[in-house]
């Protein structure tokens, strides 16, 4: 019986990665916390710049093993730290994707000593050239005055203007603000639009995720919604409750048109 499936556990990932058999595992979403200093209720997001890079390594070292031979990672990171971390994750898998994650923050201020940091970076990585990638999933439909100006007879039957084109490696997503109806209480809670590309993508139906770091539980919503399974840790009991009730909220049927 497989008792770890579709849990979240509060506790450190380097210790409950023991849970998880190696080899189990199709993808691997991290969102770790981004050395910043930033308030989760505990202090996971303190560590200087040179243990922060440590830490970052042993937890890596720790989760591959549970990845499948075909499987992939996708990791959430800061401009400050992604050069040394990619440096570290090219030693141990093959680089797909240097992503940007452009937050649509608005321009309203900001620092007069530098260029305003609008953006998160994510890596895709993947441990073998056969890694699952599932383009058609995840394309982007063209719009009606697209189609109609590609009508000319070699474009008739083109599959790609009928499903839709390749998404690109920048993804144009708003950040959650406080009036966002997905938003929870967390500071840095990613979209769902965002991990569920990433789980039609790099998981098959059926397969399952892996996140080590699970905040607002963002990562098994999306599994949930996408008919994907999930394992996850969390340290904060806190974020483990909002976690129950995300997911809790998604059992409830949908109420009846009037």
């Known amino acids: 019986m497989t008792t770890w499936l579709n849990r979240v556990f509060c506790e450190d990932a380097l210790q409950g990665f023991a849970r998880i058999p190696d080899g189990s595992i199709d993808l691997l979403i991290a969102d770790p916390p981004y050395g910043l200093g930033k308030d ?15 830490w970052t390594e042993q937890w890596v070292d720790a989760a591959l093993p549970k990845l499948k031979p075909n499987g992939s990672l996708y990791i959430f ?36 000593r ?12 993947v441990k073998a050239k056969d890694y699952h990638f599932d383009l058609d999933a995840v394309r982007i439909p063209y719009d009606a005055e697209t189609k109609k100006a590609r009508s000319r007879s070699i474009f008739v039957g083109a599959k790609w203007l009928e ?11 708003s950040r959650l603000h406080r009036e966002h109806r997905e938003r929870a209480d967390h500071p840095t809670q990613k979209p769902l ?18 996140d080590p770091f699970m905040g607002s539980g963002t990562t098994a919503v999306a599994a949930k919604r996408c008919g994907r399974n999930f ?6 009991p806190d974020y483990c409750a909002l976690i129950e009730n995300r997911l809790a909220e998604l059992d409830k049927p949908e109420p009846e048109a009037a």
């Open 77 to 112: 990171l800061t401009w400050r730290y992604s050069p040394e971390i990619f440096v570290m994750l090219k030693k141990r898998m093959t680089m797909v994707n240097e992503i940007i994650w452009d937050r649509r923050v608005p321009s309203m201020g900001g620092s007069t």
């Open 114 to 125: 530098k260029f305003s940091s609008v953006h998160d970076t994510i890596g895709f990585f």
């Open 40 to 54: 989760y209720g505990n202090d996971s997001d303190k560590l200087d710049a040179e243990a922060y890079l440590r």
């Open 163 to 173: 499903i839709g084109y390749n998404p690109k490696d920048v993804w144009s997503v």
């Open 193 to 210: 639009e965002i991990v569920e590309r990433m789980l039609k993508a790099s998981c098959p139906p059926g397969g399952v995720v892996l």
């Open 231 to 236: 394992v996850g840790f969390e340290l904060n």
